[in-house]
């Protein structure tokens, strides 16, 4: 069974930078493709950036441009999101996905997401 929890979330002033977590537990994610989504107030989930456990192939969201870095340990079965230079517009619940199916947008296990709030 698929264990997600994430983990890293908080307040920060705009500019500022966070890293958060998503432990991993349950399965051998060797061949998993490990993801980060965002879902801010009145609005619909969003792919932010996603990461493929075998080779270490990342993807970005474009509105990224840059300032987010995604990586895995091997060691510890976590994925991190390092996010640089915080805008308000980041604010949003973030959560870990992962997911065997093809494509970055059709993932079928969740985190419990964690708060960022990115204050001007």
């Known amino acids: 069974q698929v264990q997600l929890v994430n983990s890293g979330g908080g307040l920060v002033q705009a500019g500022g930078s966070l890293r958060l977590s998503c432990a991993a537990s349950?399965?051998?994610?060797?061949?998993?493709?490990m993801g980060w989504f965002r879902q801010a107030p009145g609005k619909e989930r969003e792919f932010v950036s996603g990461?493929?456990?075998?080779?270490?192939?990342?993807r970005y969201a474009d509105f990224v441009e840059g300032r987010f870095t995604i990586s895995r340990d091997n060691a510890k079965n976590t994925v991190y999101l390092q996010m640089n230079n915080l805008k308000p517009e980041d604010t949003a619940v973030y959560y870990c996905?992962?997911?065997?199916?093809?494509?970055?947008?059709?993932?079928?296990?969740w985190g419990q997401g964690t708060q960022v709030t990115v204050s001007s």
């Open positions: 996905a992962a997911t065997l199916r093809f494509g970055w947008d059709n993932f079928e296990y």
């Open positions: 990461i493929m456990w075998s080779n270490g192939v990342t």
């Open positions: 349950g399965v051998a994610f060797s061949n998993y493709k």
